[in-house]
Each structure stands twice: as C-alpha cells, then as structure tokens.
C-alpha cells in the first residue's frame, strides 16, 4: 500500500494563518516527503469560498511539479465544468510536460450550486458538460488535427500542441459518487478516487456498481486510491487537539452546509442524512478519519485494508488551520512509524 498527501490551501478566518503561508509550507513540504517515501502530491479545489480553498488546481500543481522529481502530481479533483475544455486540455498538457508525464487527471463535475452560479453554467447541465468536455479534452490530446461538434461545445479544425508526455494521454480519475457516474467512469476505464466525506460503508456500496461495470467491460481495475484526513502525533490527546477543529471547521463549512442547501447529502455513520450544519463536530464522523497517534492509525488503516483494499492513501493532513510545522510534524512521524507497516 501507498501514500501520498492531498492539500486544499484553506484558511479559516481566525486562525491567522495567511493564503501565501499555506502554499509555502507545501512547497517545502513536498520534497522531503518525496525523500520519505511519499509517492504523491494532490490537490483538491473549490470556487468562490471564504477560506481560499484552491480555485487554480493547475497552477499550485505546477508548483508541485517544479519541486519534486518522482511523486506523481494531480488534481483530486478539478471541476471540469466550469473551465472551458479546449484551454483546460491544453493547460494539461503543459504541466504533464513540465512534470515530465507524472500528472494525474483527477476530475468531477461538481456539485456546489454557488460554484455554478458565480461561473454562469447551468448545475442541471453538469453531468452532460463534464462528460462531452472529457470526450473533446481526449480527442484534443489525440487527435492530428482534430475538430469537435458537441451539444455543448464546438471547435472547429485545429491542433493542440504540445501533446501530453504520457500516451494516449495523463490517466483520468473520476472523483464521483453517484451511481451512474461510477458505472460512467468504469467504462471510460478511470480510476475512481473515493472522497474522505464518506464513511468506510459509504466506500464499499459505492465501490460494488463501479466493480461491476469494470467488470462487464472486461477492464481490470488497476488503482484503488482513497482520500483521508489524516493527522498522527505522539499521543491521541495531542491529535485530536491540533487536527479535530480543523475537521469540525471543513465538515461544517462544506461538506455539512452544502448537505443542508441539498446539493449533496452528508450522511451520518448510521446511513441518516445530516440537514442542519450544526448537527456536525468532530465526534459525529470520528470513524471516518485516521487521527490519533501512530498505533491508532495502524489499526486503522487496517480496517481500511480489509474493506475496500486501497492501493493508496492520499492522506489530508495540511488541513484548514493546522499550522504548516504541525502538519509537517505529522507527515514526519507518519512516514516514520506508519508506513513501514505497509511496505
């Protein structure tokens, strides 16, 4: 099993942490975990928040790329709708080249309705502009020349250069729930990348239609990546101190108040869904996360292990308010007395 880190670049109001502190202490971060054995670096975005989460995915993976030599570098996940695909297609093209092809394409449509708002793009339209921007992205990237017509989108002949390193072109991973788009991303044969706002009973109901689809189409499954926030120091005490207002702050302010504006459910460990935002603490989902000291995360992710069989674990430890030599504490400790265990 491996491990990599994910970042968001969220800053709560009071924590008196600054944007530009955040995207340091990535940057210094990256490449002594790429020493520790990290195998890959993450980010993950959103639009229009109060806390800076990223909205240039791209650009901070950019950053990434200019960093490390090995790691793989991706966006887990961009929200494809809300980027016009010829431009997006070549933006990837370029940092593939520049990581030297160690770029992972993680994409979704999005489910924010703010988010579709402020861009101007219908949210009902979701679904059909990240699937036909996917088809125009890959025959972009294969295509000499190429053209598209599309009810969305329309390019007329032309070519994309440079091409993507990687060939045919960077994996596509599908960060989604929904059945539909699972069995979508197993017959696009994407690697599916698992949220961490889902319980461990969450990830395996929704690896089963993903499985199946996979399955049918005669496509053997080659990653099974899940994201989890993740935090280990000396003692439990000590975890829960640093980590858990930074899970009650990111619950809240996005998985919880995006569940009560009914833009995607946030479920409770017994499966019932969360509408009111201050229903949510750090004690509400204490099983869906790994934070404690390291023989607790041992243990659990070895449940994790013995449920859904991850290749790798992205773990999120940067998270919001968590002071950059603090998460770097973790990230330390983590590789030292966690990832043997995994070897």
Known sequence: MKFGLLF?????????????????????????????????AFQCSHHIQKDGFCP??????AGAAAVTERMRIGTAVLLVPLYAPLKLAEDVAVIDNLSGGRFVFGVAPGYVSQEFAAHGVPREERVGRFEEALDLMIQAWTGEP????????????GRVTPKPVQSPH????YGVSAPGSLRRA???????????????AELEAHFEPYEAAAEAAGWAIPERPIIR????????????????PAVDYLYRELYGAASAAGDRVLRRDDGSVIDDPTEVAFTTFKDRYIIGDPDFAIRRIRDYQAAVNPSEMICWMHMPGVAGADAMASVELFASEVMPHFV
């Open 8 to 40: 968001a670049h969220q800053v709560p109001p009071e924590s008196g942490i600054s944007s530009q502190e955040t995207y340091r202490d990535m940057l210094r971060c990256l490449p002594r975990a790429e020493e520790l054995g990290y195998v890959s």
């Open 56 to 61: 240039g995915p791209l650009v901070a993976m």
């Open 146 to 157: 190429f053209s598209f017509e599309g009810r969305y989108y329309r390019v007329p002949e």
């Open 170 to 173: 960077p994996p596509i991973w």
């Open 186 to 200: 197993a017959a696009r044969r994407s690697v599916q990348i698992m949220s961490p706002r889902h319980g461990l």
């Open 229 to 244: 926030q993740v935090f280990v120091a000396p003692t439990m005490a000590e975890a829960e101190a640093k980590a858990a």
